[in-house]
């Protein structure tokens, strides 16, 4: 869904890790190592700030920003589409980075304390193909 803010300007998006010194995630996506990203259903249709649109759908070309707002890649979506908690089919776990579907559960159960996740709890994902890198 494109806003009055997002017209005009490319999407945007912000990858969160431990700290606003971290910088893991957007270093994963520039490798190639992250070809994936999952957010509750809630959140992923919600906009979150100045450096975070949601809502992102395939074909979008989005621009990925770290914590301190640096623009760090572009990424173009491929494919967006809801899945189970239960069920976090393969190329899910391996494009968010996950030996198996265990470690991304176990990693989302502790990054998302505020929801009580469970096996019919909805997760939109975001598949996406790194388009250009902008500052490694």
């Not at 700030?49 to 301190?68: F, M, N, T």
């Not at 990054?111 to 996406?128: I, M, N, S, W």
């Amino acid at each position: 869904m494109m806003t009055a803010t997002t017209i005009g300007r490319r999407r945007r998006l912000t990858f969160w890790g431990a700290d606003e010194n971290d910088d893991s995630l957007p270093r994963a996506v520039m490798a190639g190592r992250k070809t994936v990203t999952a957010d509750t259903v809630e959140d992923y249709y919600q906009p979150y700030g100045e450096y975070g649109d949601g809502s992102y759908e395939a074909g979008d070309l989005i621009e990925v920003y770290d914590l301190k707002q640096r623009l760090r890649c572009l990424i173009r979506a491929t494919k967006v589409y809801t899945i189970r908690f239960g069920d976090i089919p393969e190329e899910v776990w391996r494009g968010e980075g996950f030996a198996s579907a265990r470690e991304f559960q176990e990693v989302h159960i502790r990054c998302l304390p505020q929801y009580q996740l469970h096996d019919d709890f909805a997760f939109v994902t975001l598949h996406f193909e790194l388009v250009e890198v902008i500052a490694a």
